[in-house]
């Protein structure tokens, strides 16, 4: 079973512009975030997702320090960032995470991708129910629920987020 996790990654937020790149005790968030993603037993490779934006140059100093893959595609059709992302591994299931939670639980991450895999979902959240903090959320979805997302996905708010259309 091939499992890739995609970490959605930019420094152009509104409300605190760059903070993935703020520091805590030497450490950015990004990297904090990714070394915690790599604790996954069950993760098999890791990309951070990010812009053609210049200003994200940095992230992927961050992903290439942690050494993890990362791609770089359209700002604002996230959806197709994440797929052009993953589609030359010929993963089983994508594992959906914010870059912007740097204290992810690998445990919990685990948890929620083996629900996925043993129950057969196209897509699986620990979102449901809100029974975990805020920067906990976890999304697993099949490969091919992404690419039919992908390819039949019209409307900006399908296409500026991962998941509402595999949810749909």
Known sequence: MKIIAVTQAR???????AKIIKKIKGKTLL?????RILKSKVINKIIVATTKN???NRITDIAKM???KYFRGNENDVLDRF????????????????????LI???????????AIHNNYDYYANTFEELYPDGQDIEVFKFQALKSAWNLAKLDSEREHVTPFIRK
């Open 11 to 17: 420094t152009g937020s509104s409300r605190l512009p």
């Open 31 to 35: 990297q904090i975030h990714l070394e």
């Open 54 to 56: 210049k200003n994200d």
């Open 66 to 68: 942690c050494g993890v």
């Open 83 to 102: 797929y052009k992302a993953t589609k030359d591994y010929q993963a089983d299931y994508i594992v959906r995470l914010t870059s912007d939670c740097p």
């Open 105 to 115: 639980d690998p445990k919990l991450i685990d948890s929620v991708i083996n629900v």
